[in-house]
């Protein structure tokens, strides 16, 4: 569970860094 929170930290960085 731990990994996917922080799979979806990263994600979601990327994610902002795209906009």
Same mark, same amino acid.
């Given at each position: 569970m731990l990994t996917q929170i922080l799979l979806s930290g990263? =994600? =979601?960085?990327s994610w902002c860094h795209w906009e």
């Open positions: 990263i =994600w =979601w960085s």
